[in-house]
T-cell receptor
Framework: DAGVTQSPTHLIKTRGQQVTLRCSPK?????VSWYQQALGQGPQFIFQ???????QRGNFPDRFSGHQFPNYSSELNVNALLLGDSALYLC?????????????FGSGTQLSVL | KNQVEQSPQSLIILEGKNCTLQ??????????LRWYKQDTGRGPVSLTI?????NTKSNGRYTATLDADTKQSSLHITASQLSDSASYIC?????????????FGTGTRLLVSP
């Protein structure tokens, strides 16, 4: 049983560019959350998707957008990249109402903006 | 404001020694608290969950405690191993805080030295 998978593992972009990160949830999970983790910091909640809709959003600008597909996989899009967007982007999946909604994290995508 | 504070920020111990990590929170009403272990460049992995009625719970060499009155939790690691070197993140979930709104601590970075 594959866990949460994210792609790509590493990415280098320049300021102003756009990026798309992808996430496949753990089998049986229907909810996907995205987090941004700066070096030495805890993860910061970006948003969460359930039933193909954004259900919750953290304090991130509209440059951060996402999507969830019918197969529960998800994408995170970031437009007009800034140097400060350099971070580890984590995807976490869970199943609504199960196991106190324990999160299973992927290994993340390390984004570097130059 | 819902917050989770962890101490110490970083810690170096010798292999075989014990250590205790602290987590203080202000999240209220409280639902549960999880300790996650995050290896460098990887996603966090859940070690244990503490609910309101639980005072202590063990997972191998890891023992978590919870004092819901003082809003404090600790993670005790016994007979540390080199593989325990990681960041340990405390995550608190509140009640009625939205679809899924978790509050993350910034983590304690543990280095176990040979």
């Amino acid at each position: 049983d594959a866990g949460v998978t994210q792609s790509p593992t590493h990415l280098i972009k320049t300021r102003g560019q756009q990026v798309t990160l992808r996430c496949s949830p753990k089998s049986g999970h229907d909810t996907v959350s995205w987090y941004q983790q700066a070096l030495g910091q805890g993860p910061q909640f970006i948003f969460q998707y359930y039933e193909e809709e954004e259900r919750q959003r953290g304090n991130f600008p509209d440059r951060f957008s996402g999507h969830q597909f019918p197969n529960y996989s998800s994408e995170l899009n970031v437009n007009a990249l800034l140097l400060g967007d350099s971070a580890l982007y984590l995807c976490a999946s869970s199943r609504l109402g199960q196991e106190n909604e324990k999160l299973f994290f992927g290994s993340g995508t390390q984004l570097s903006v130059l | 404001k819902n917050q989770v504070e962890q101490s110490p920020q970083s810690l170096i111990i010798l292999e075989g020694k014990n250590c205790t990590l602290q987590c203080n929170y202000t999240v209220s009403p409280f639902s549960n608290l999880r300790w996650y272990k995050q290896d460098t460049g990887r996603g966090p992995v859940s070690l244990t969950i503490m609910t309101f009625s639980e005072n202590t719970k063990s997972n191998g060499r890891y023992t978590a405690t919870l004092d819901a009155d003082t809003k404090q939790s600790s993670l005790h690691i016994t007979a540390s191993q080199l593989s325990d070197s990681a960041s340990y993140i405390c995550v608190v979930r509140g009640v009625n805080t939205g679809f899924q709104k978790l509050v993350f601590g910034t983590g304690t970075r543990l280095l176990v030295s040979p």
